[in-house]
């Protein structure tokens, strides 16, 4: 079966860290482009960092930049989010999602959610909660 899987959201307190998985089953990821989307109850879904298929160029959401960091490992078939100093606002479903004919992180990012749907996977998401 061919699926993105996402894991290690939970429960942090702010200015806690976590770090996101998202894993390939099926098929390997060297050859898309890799973004982490959010979306928090009552608003769209936005980018929050993507990366190319080689690790080498990366994209961040302005309100993440300096605290989330974006890697990958093709070798173990993963792509991985640290979220670092976490906020309440940071709280919401991740989710992860791969395309392989796209050619630009920024434009995989910034893309309008309605063109988000047509990314060649997503996953499931995972429940990121920022509380005190």
């Known amino acids: 079966q061919l699926q993105l899987v996402e894991s290690g959201g939970g429960l942090v307190q702010p200015g806690g860290s976590l770090r996101l998985s998202c894993a390939a089953s099926?098929?390997?990821?060297?050859?898309?482009?890799i973004g982490w989307f959010r979306q928090a109850p009552g608003k769209e879904r936005e980018g929050v960092s993507c990366?190319?298929?080689?690790?080498?160029?990366?994209d961040y959401a302005d309100s993440v930049k300096g605290r989330f960091t974006i890697s990958r490992d093709n070798a173990k078939n993963t792509v991985y989010l640290r979220l670092n100093s976490l906020k309440p606002e940071d709280t919401a479903v991740y989710y992860c999602a791969a395309d392989a004919s796209i050619t630009s992180v920024q434009a995989m990012c910034v893309m309008p959610p309605a063109w988000q749907r047509g990314y060649d996977y997503w996953g499931q998401g995972t429940q990121v909660t920022v509380s005190a």
């Open positions: 990366i190319s298929r080689s690790g080498g160029s990366t």
């Open positions: 099926g098929f390997t990821l060297d050859g898309y482009v």
